[in-house]
């Protein structure tokens, strides 16, 4: 079953810094400045075409500023296409940014119950989950103190614990689990494995190689904003790792 599907898809950001830079302009001049606005943007994304099957797991690759987040961030429907279309056809799951999504003057606990919300489940869902999510991000007593407090390691297990422990369909992992550590980043990796064996579709954004070989059947190489590479994982990661070196 396909659960994304991308068709000629291209996400353009404005360079709004011409606007502000020459406002005088544009008021003057506002049919051709427009156009100028139109044209001086910078594209992210280019006419990629891709479709992803349920079960699999799919790791996009590429150097910095390739696209690849903003890729997750259009899969998560946080970012619109600025041509193309996008199908997702299962609820999503995204952990795109270490502590995105919580509140930080809301304790974890309180975190938790408002991110579990926010996904669509239910409270009564979510309270037959908190003390699973507790016990797997290990913060303990700090679970009961403001997120603003957590440093960036604590963040990262408290957003993979509420994202692994609330029914993911689709999960999306941009870079995160790189910080933690051993001992917590094996354990992401089995709970991954669990969903794997599960069903659960994942896609992976990662610069680690390990990683990739250890959660991922697949691998897209995004390069110059477009797909320069798509298959097997043990045919598309070695001519990248060549490339890189």
Not at 19 to 44: C, D, E, H, V
Not at 87 to 100: D, I, N, Q, T
Not at 223 to 232: F, R, T, V, Y
Request: proline residues 4%; neutral net charge.
């Amino acid at each position: 079953m396909e659960i994304i599907r991308f068709e000629h898809v291209t996400k353009t950001y404005p360079l709004y810094h011409h606007f502000f830079s020459g406002l005088k302009n544009f008021i003057f001049n506002i049919p051709s400045a427009m156009k100028q606005l139109r044209s001086s943007g910078f594209t992210a994304l280019k006419d990629l075409s891709f479709t992803i099957q349920e079960g699999e797991s799919v790791a996009f690759i590429g150097r910095n500023g390739a696209g690849k987040s903003t890729l997750l961030g259009l899969i998560a429907g946080v970012l619109k296409p600025t041509s193309g279309t996008i199908r997702v056809s299962k609820r999503v799951s995204p952990l795109l940014e270490l502590g995105g999504g919580f509140h930080p003057e809301l304790s974890g606990l309180e975190n938790i119950q408002l991110n579990g919300v926010l996904m669509g489940l239910s409270r009564k869902q979510v309270a037959a989950k908190i003390d699973e999510i507790v016990a797997f991000s290990e913060l303990g007593e700090f679970i009961h103190e403001p997120i603003r407090s957590y440093s960036s390691g604590m963040n990262a297990r408290l957003g993979f614990s509420v994202i692994a422990h609330l029914e993911p369909e689709l999960l999306l992992i941009d870079e995160v689990l790189a910080v933690g550590d051993a001992s917590f980043q094996k354990k992401c990796f089995a709970k991954i494995k669990e969903f794997k064996a599960r069903g659960v579709s994942v896609v992976l954004v990662s610069h680690n190689s390990s990683d990739i070989e250890m959660v991922c059947n697949r691998v897209i190489w995004i390069e110059n904003h477009k797909i320069l590479m798509d298959g097997p994982t043990a045919e598309v990661l070695p001519h990248y790792i060549k490339a890189m070196t």
